[in-house]
């Protein structure tokens, strides 16, 4: 049995899904020959220390209750940087500017040789390939599924499953909350502002829902797949990006009489990186309705390799956290 | 570098296909740390030998233009039990009364703790768990992706990319004739048989297409996956089977006009396995259309997951056999 310590930098709704997961993993993780002890907790204000292992239960139930982990007052990075551990576990919130605390974390943990995984885009849509090489100069493990897709495993799936294939395109719906206000629009021939008001009172979109409509968060997701996948060395500002926020129910119905959605498709295909919204065929795999992400690849060998799954949930997004996690340490 | 020397034992469209596949994906491999050297390749009747590795685009040449293989008066269970190697790719035809010459092959492999890749359904639908005991006991790797949906890779997706999820159950269409069949019928209100014939002219179904039709193939894939993703000591007299020769254009015509398919869906659930036409809502994930394969697995932490694609072809095969390579001999 291994015995792998890990922080969880960041405990919003994702971070309590991890907590939550490895909580009811334990069994599987221990038959795995993975013995995973969270050392360290870390929200936005407080943080929770045990160098022999949290009672997650307890730091969940206190989280609940009082809104934060614990009453140290001690910051994510400097965690990383005192606390002895192997793993960080970076989920905080996501920021496109300057990649936020996120991106200060995970240099820290890679300064100290450790792993990381994370759910975070904004520090690999900004500085991907320097993360990849501080994480392969100093020979730590970096994974960050859980960035694109939430539960649908299109990074693992791409480089893993399909190893022996070159990855000649990609394309697919990665924001839930475009494709279900785009179905609700079609569905009742109803007004964009109309449908965004019913995904935010559903908790579908936020109360700010730039992010996503503008296609901004499709826009990371690609950048991330583009080095990933494909080996580019590619940044936010490489990505050519139009969002749903002029879209019509006329378009929709007109789109919908011809047997066609309309869908906000994000697609790298040689060296372009776009995002816009498309007309896709009702029969085409990639016609998937609600909040539902689908990636299409188009492979040498292998054909086109389609795979659809939940985008978003903290318990999903945690699995694919958890997936990650055992890849880099089983047996 | 690791060199890697195996036969193909099998040498019909999939085993072609493997040889052009490792033909052009040899730099590939290289950079993989995998030095790939096919020291024996037998079709039904002959056998060529070279221990330092073939020529396989001769031998590739020789196939086409003399049916055979080469002169050598030798079987695929004698070079395995004879010549030196590590990987036997078994791709004879499938037998699943008996499991066919494949069962031995399999078993003469493991015997000297070599391991198999096959796409050769048959002695896993009928003995999948003594298998997996030799293959075990002899520490030998054994796998099999290329036995179920082709270039689809659900077995690695459930056991690998999905890690930490428990697979609570699976629905699928695993069988691209039937499912081209029914789409016709749909497309042209078209009776059985006549979208049967087309088929056959296309090379799409078999002269004898009862294997197919019959819904037996798609039971032997069940067979497979309920043993390897779901535990189960399943063998294919536990499978219920209904295939789609009594599925008139009328009732297809009465479910498009409430919007859905019928489709020919393999699941596996509980105890249960079974195999029958059932009605498929047009934007369900699983209401894929033409040849393709389709695979909806629901998870305990990811939710569903579906993948899609091509179920057949000889290069598609021969891309999950070479996943299946990559993953032994990776570094």
């Known amino acids: 049995m291994k015995t792998i310590r890990t922080s969880i930098i960041g405990f919003g709704a994702v971070g309590q899904g991890v907590a939550k997961v490895i909580l009811s993993k334990n069994e599987y993780l221990n038959n795995m020959g993975i013995d995973l002890r969270v050392v360290a907790i870390a929200d936005s204000k407080t943080a929770v220390i045990d160098e022999n292992g949290l009672d997650l239960s307890a730091v969940l139930a206190r989280k609940l209750e009082q809104g934060s982990v614990g009453s140290e007052n001690i910051g994510g990075t400097e965690i990383i940087k005192t606390v002895e551990h192997d793993l960080v576990v ?74 022996g294939n070159k990855i000649l395109s990609m394309e697919g719906i990665l924001n839930g909350t475009c494709n279900y206000i785009l179905c609700r629009m079609m569905e009742e021939n109803a007004p964009y502002d109309q449908m965004v008001a019913e995904a935010q009172e559903l908790g579908i979109a936020e109360t700010d829902p730039i992010y996503d409509v503008e296609g901004i ?98 318990i999903e997004t945690a699995s694919a956290i958890l997936s990650d996690i055992i890849s880099i340490y089983k047996d």
Chains 1, 2 share one sequence.
């Open 217 to 314: 968060d499709t826009a990371c997701k690609l950048v991330i797949l583009a080095n990933a996948i494909f080996g580019m060395n590619a940044t936010y500002k490489d990505v050519s990006v139009t969002g749903i926020t002029k879209i019509t129910p006329e378009a929709l119905l007109l789109a919908q009489n011809n047997g066609y959605d309309i869908k906000l498709i994000g697609e790298v295909n040689g060296s372009k990186i776009n995002v816009s919204p498309k007309l896709v065929p009702k029969d085409n795999p990639l016609a998937v309705g609600g909040t539902l992400n689908v990636a299409s690849l188009q492979t040498d060998i292998s054909g086109p390799i389609t795979i659809t799954g939940r985008g978003a949930g903290s």
């Open 90 to 163: 970076e989920i905080t919130p996501t920021n496109i500017n300057d990649g936020g605390v996120g991106l200060g974390n995970m240099i820290a943990a890679f300064e100290k040789g450790m792993d990381v995984v994370t759910s975070n885009k904004g520090p690999l849509a900004l500085k991907y390939c320097e993360l990849e090489e501080m994480a392969k100069n100093s020979g730590s493990q970096f994974k960050f599924e859980a960035t694109v897709g939430g539960a649908m495993p299109i990074i693992n799936l791409a480089s893993e499953t399909l190893a």
